[in-house]
């Protein structure tokens, strides 16, 4: 594993990980996620792959600068992508780095191949509401200083058993370091609602994944995300939630990037 730093159109320095030999693959985490998080998946696929994972603006050893714009994210992603030895690269996005990802080849980066799992947007106008005052409520908990309580509002669909052990581990700690930045992948979601004309304008084939055992709102946004591409397919993880298993995900990346 090689470890590096590239800078961002705006000046913010992204470190980031390389393994493996092959053609280059990026991979996006989601929410509280870091180049760490990524690791598991990227050592999966560095036997076919030179992967590369990053820590998104404001966490892990990246820098944040200024006010915070998703342009900036898909800057942070052209730089990384900058690194590769042709300028281009595949792309792997978890959760909302699905959604940042598509926003990325919807801007036209230099993607040759995109694989998503689970971008968590919804598909019921009707929540556009709901969704626009947690963001919100996140926004001012996170300015009075109440990181841990933003964290709980984010986490409050986990069992309540399952969110009171996390609080009293050390990872808890860790997940309000990064705290901070889930307004920014809040943004990445835009109105929260799958962005169908955006897609439209995705020229790169896409895999779509979801977990056959996730919640039926995020299956059914997997289906909606695949529809709204022009050169998508769908395909579903028997058995998988949106914690989905490195191993149970790495054969069907290696298989779509390789042959299509």
Not at 131 to 158: P, Q, V, W, Y
Not at 187 to 196: D, E, I
Not at 220 to 247: K, W
Request: glycine residues 12%; charged residues 20%; hydrophobic residues 40%.
């Amino acid at each position: 594993m090689a470890g590096g730093t590239t800078t961002s159109g705006d000046g913010t320095r992204i470190a980031y990980e390389r393994r493996g030999d092959g053609p280059p693959l990026v991979l996006v985490s989601g929410a509280l996620s870091t180049a760490a998080g990524e690791a598991p998946l990227a050592e999966l696929l560095a036997p076919h792959f030179t992967t590369y994972t990053y820590d998104r603006r404001g966490r892990g050893r990246s820098g944040d600068s200024g006010r915070y714009a998703v342009g900036r994210e898909i800057e942070d992603l052209a730089a990384v992508i900058g690194t590769t030895a042709d300028g281009a690269a595949a792309v792997h996005g978890t959760s909302c780095g699905g959604a940042l990802a598509l926003e990325a080849a919807a801007a036209g980066l230099p993607i040759t191949g995109l694989s998503v799992y689970e971008p968590p947007y919804g598909t019921d106008p009707a929540g556009r509401g709901a969704f626009a005052e947690r963001a919100g409520r996140l926004a001012r908990l996170l300015a009075d200083g109440r990181r841990g309580d933003a964290l709980a509002l984010f986490l409050s669909e986990t069992p309540p058993a399952e969110l009171a052990g996390l609080r009293a581990s050390p990872r808890w700690a860790a997940l309000e370091a990064v705290a901070h930045t889930l307004p920014y992948d809040h943004a990445v979601l835009g109105t929260g609602l799958v962005p169908a004309a955006r897609l439209a304008a995705v020229t790169t084939r896409v895999l779509v994944v979801d977990g056959g055992a996730s919640p039926r709102w995020l299956r059914d946004s997997a289906r909606a995300v695949a529809r709204a591409l022009p050169h998508a397919r769908h395909s579903s993880l028997t058995g998988q939630t949106h914690t989905v298993a490195p191993q149970a995900l790495a054969p069907s990346l290696t298989a779509f990037f390789r042959n299509g």
